[in-house]
């Protein structure tokens, strides 16, 4: 006696803080949209194959209907002592309909139907992640568009190593997100498979007709093995592993971001409506959603780590333990839409300061390489080359002036092989320019590497 959905073999009910550590209504009320979509399935499919009776039929799907409006206008009042979404639906149902709302879980057990209800939640969830992927990777393209011929220092080691096209170094984040993207994408067909009709681990003795309920919810596929069917959390891994590699991405981009919107490099500023002020130091403008978002990738690597650690030790086939897939991704996702909608907006609205970024890559010596090479054309080898301009660096920077600063005379101590057309060679423009190579950062290549991209976005 225990006054559950499963209280006949008890004598006796768990107190309430029980109850409360097992239930997982709290979270998992967020499938309450699938849940009912999965039942109306069931229940169709019951009464095609003669397992039900019409009018049994019509009076389940139709309490399932009216529990769908409420669940629309977030009418539904959860109770704990119901456990999970699953016994609370079929518990409102029954008092909405009467004893055959007993006959829906026929041939069906809260397993297959956990696990139906995750399937179907994801499909849908996955489709507006690449939505939103698309939005950000347009925004990027928009000031890429904009800072084709934008010179910026291109770093290794955070020192400044050769000039490269601005657009050239924000394009690199749109093909992070383009595999982020086409990860999303072939998940989906891990995704799409119907595990519904495995009941409890072993199938049903019911003739029930899995590929009918499938197709009614628009899976392309079933499970073929019914403990598979249930066992099966592979998909929310891959889910939880693309978006924590996707959050591992725009947290990279994140901290471009901080760095280039302090005083220090001030190459861009972020617009007021994507930064915060100090309570205390008025002159303030933080940077707060990039520094969010490099922190909750923290939190996606940790939703990773839990359901791959829930998953190694359990035996097949369901265990409770499987309760624990949802917290974890119901947060990724919360996580991933909300970093996407905003990093959107930010690279939408920041300004990049041209002129700034003009003048770092004027005053500096990334522009080293194009003197070796401009030797190592004239014949000498790479090596000495490196080391006569090495020699030569090493001179401004004890005079305190940079390499286009030196006299014809001063570069010639170094190797008669200069002549006055190094000038020519040394600007950062024509250091950019004359990298042609195939997905380089010549602005010719950049402008080939954005009409790519777009392609990809029509
Ligand atoms: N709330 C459960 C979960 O999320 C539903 C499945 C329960 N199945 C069971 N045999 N206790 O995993």
Known sequence: MSGKA??????????????EFGASIGFDQQLVTEDIEGSIAHVTMLGECGILKADEVEAIKGGLEQLKIKADHNELKFKVENEDIHLN????????????????????????????????????????????IESLQDAIIAQAEDNVETLAPGYTHLQRAQPISFAHHLMTYFWMLERDKQRFTESVKRIDISPLGAGALAGTTFPIDRELSAKLLGFSTVYQNSIDAVSDRDFIVEFLSNGALMMAHLSRFAEEIILWSTDEFKFIDLDDSFSTGSSIMPQKKNPDMAELIRGKAGRTYGNLMGLLTVLKGIPLAYNKDMQEDKEGMFDTLHTIVGALKIFEGMVRTMTVNKNVLHTAVHNDFSNATELADYLAAKGMPFREAHEVTGKLVFTCIKRGIYLLDLTLADMKEGSNLIEEDVYEVLAPEAAVKRRHSLGGTGFDQVKIQLDKAKALRK
């Open 6 to 19: 499963w209280g006949g073999r008890f004598q006796k009910s768990a107190e309430a803080w029980v109850d």
């Open 89 to 132: 639906l079929e518990k409102m149902l029954t008092d909405l309909i009467g004893p055959v709302g007993g006959k829906l879980h026929t041939g069906r057990s809260r397993n297959d139907q956990v696990a139906t209800d995750m399937h179907l939640f994801l499909k849908k969830r996955v489709v507006e992640v690449i939505a939103l």
